[in-house]
């Protein structure tokens, strides 16, 4: 059988981008497929440099510096024709473009040489961050509903919240969309206390805890407002933050004023953050949103109930007094209830069933079955 030729485009590999990516090239059949894949070498993390060269000879990786994240037209228009000299030179039978960036670059290029199968994934659109002013939302909805219409084989949405935003913003019809959840190896997890002697908090403590950028969309500031409310009327319940991000030295500063430094642990970027959140009693998110939430899926794998804002993606992942439970995040007067409920309702979850939920619905396995049908059909 012949293989299919596969071009990958993703500015970055980092979070749950670069889960996503590292996740698809270490699973994919590489009897069916010849796979590259086009990236900014200094927007990348070690994991994926280390799976890039784990695969080298499989996967052929071609380094682009000037693709960046932020709008730069001198780079923008020059990654462009980088990309169209990159897809001259290969003839890709498929094109899958990762991400906002590589979404509007490697589609136009992929069109102009008249690539059959070009697939998108957004990983969230950048038309549903409320830190853009109205007036980018708009724009960026109108390039999404052109290269939808005209340059865009199927688009792969992580949740169906991020279909439905899709049809409601009249981005495309129905049926250019498929709903395929992110999912997940099985792994081995280390024992408990030696987590908690890792994340230097006590074993007897109640830890809640998240594993996110500290960005605009995760909320920390709500995170940390919440726990300010909870530790002073319980000294025993700590709360933990596991990454780095723009938001790092406010959120920082929060936690001093509060002067709740002895319960909030703000420990960066961890590299081993998925195997870290097995020391935690529950996963707490306030998100703003979601186009999945990686971190909330890891730690129903460890077998952790979830908290979660009520907002796209955790409404998917989270079945309320199942495997965790959903809150309001503009309902302050509720804030400090909703996490003693938490509390008391942890301590009804059987671990094995929320393990249990975790491989129903996002295994690895059906992810890439579902992506190379769509590749191969």
Same mark, same amino acid.
């Given at each position: 059988?012949?293989?299919?030729?596969?071009?990958?485009?993703?500015?970055?590999?980092?979070?749950?981008?670069?889960?996503?990516?590292?996740?698809?090239?270490?699973?994919?059949?590489?009897?069916?497929?010849?796979?590259?894949?086009?990236?900014?070498?200094?927007?990348?993390?070690?994991?994926?440099?280390?799976?890039i060269?784990?695969?080298?000879?499989?996967?052929?990786?071609?380094?682009?510096?000037?693709?960046?994240?932020?709008?730069?037209?001198?780079?923008?228009?020059?990654?462009?024709?980088?990309?169209?000299?990159?897809?001259?030179?290969?003839?890709?039978?498929?094109?899958?473009?990762?991400?906002?960036?590589?979404?509007?670059?490697?589609?136009?290029?992929?069109?102009?040489? =008249?690539?059959?199968?070009?697939?998108?994934?957004?990983?969230?659109?950048?038309?549903?961050?409320?830190?853009?002013?109205?007036?980018?939302r708009?724009?960026?909805?109108?390039?999404?509903?052109n290269?939808?219409?005209?340059?865009?084989?199927?688009?792969? =949405?992580?949740?169906?919240?991020?279909?439905?935003?899709?049809?409601?913003?009249?981005?495309d019809?129905?049926?250019?969309?498929?709903?395929?959840? =992110?999912?997940?190896?099985?792994?081995?997890?280390?024992?408990?206390?030696?987590?908690?002697?890792?994340?230097?908090?006590?074993?007897?403590?109640?830890?809640?805890?998240?594993?996110?950028?500290?960005?605009?969309?995760?909320?920390?500031?709500?995170?940390?407002?919440?726990?300010?409310?909870?530790?002073?009327?319980?000294?025993?319940?700590?709360?933990?933050?596991?990454?780095?991000?723009?938001?790092?030295?406010?959120?920082?500063?929060?936690?001093?004023?509060?002067?709740?430094?002895?319960?909030?642990?703000?420990?960066?970027?961890?590299?081993?953050?998925?195997?870290?959140?097995?020391?935690?009693?529950?996963?707490?998110?306030?998100?703003?949103?979601?186009?999945?939430?990686?971190?909330?899926?890891?730690?129903?794998?460890?077998?952790i109930?979830?908290?979660?804002?009520d907002?796209?993606?955790?409404?998917?992942?989270?079945?309320?007094?199942?495997?965790?439970?959903?809150? =309001?995040?503009n309902n302050?007067?509720?804030?400090?209830?909703?996490?003693?409920?938490?509390?008391?309702?942890?301590?009804?979850?059987?671990?094995?069933?929320?393990?249990?939920?975790?491989?129903?619905?996002?295994?690895?396995?059906?992810?890439?079955?579902?992506?190379?049908?769509?590749?191969?059909?």
């Open positions: 059988m012949c293989k299919k030729r596969l071009l990958l485009i993703s500015q970055s590999g980092r979070g749950g981008l670069r889960k996503h990516l590292c996740d698809l090239l270490l699973n994919i059949d590489y009897d069916k497929f010849e796979i590259w894949i086009v990236y900014n070498n200094k927007e990348v993390d070690d994991i994926f440099r280390r799976t060269k784990q695969l080298s000879g499989k996967v052929k990786p071609i380094l682009v510096d000037s693709f960046v994240r932020d709008l730069n037209f001198k780079n923008d228009i020059k990654t462009y024709f980088r990309i169209n000299k990159i897809i001259k030179k290969i003839k890709p039978d498929i094109v899958h473009c990762h991400s906002s960036k590589a979404g509007v670059l490697g589609r136009l290029a992929a069109k102009n040489r =008249n690539i059959k199968k070009i697939y998108y994934t957004p990983h969230w659109y950048s038309f549903l961050s409320p830190e853009f002013s109205p007036l980018k708009k724009l960026f909805i109108e390039i999404e509903k290269l939808s219409k005209h340059m865009t084989t199927k688009t792969f =949405n992580t949740s169906k919240g991020e279909k439905d935003s899709a049809i409601n913003y009249k981005i019809i129905s049926e250019k969309f498929k709903v395929i959840y =992110n999912g997940l190896p099985d792994v081995e997890f280390p024992k408990r206390n030696d987590i908690r002697r890792e994340l230097c908090v006590p074993e007897d403590a109640f830890l809640l805890g998240n594993s996110a950028r500290l960005s605009h969309q995760k909320n920390p500031k709500l995170f940390i407002d919440i726990a300010n409310k909870v530790i002073k009327e319980d000294k025993t319940i700590h709360f933990i933050w596991i990454g780095d991000g723009p938001l790092k030295e406010k959120i920082k500063k929060k936690v001093d004023e509060y002067n709740i430094v002895e319960n909030i642990h703000l420990i960066g970027y961890k590299e081993n953050s998925e195997f870290l959140v097995s020391g935690f009693d529950g996963f707490f998110s306030t998100s703003n949103g979601e186009s999945f939430g990686y971190s909330a899926v890891e730690a129903l794998r460890a077998g109930p979830l908290l979660l804002s907002v796209m993606g955790h409404n998917e992942v989270c079945l309320p007094n199942e495997n965790g439970l959903l809150f =309001n995040a302050e007067s509720k804030f400090k209830d909703i996490v003693f409920e938490f509390i008391d309702f942890s301590k009804t979850i059987n671990t094995e069933d929320v393990k249990d939920s975790f491989k129903k619905r996002f295994s690895l396995d059906q992810m890439i079955e579902k992506i190379c049908d769509e590749y191969t059909y």
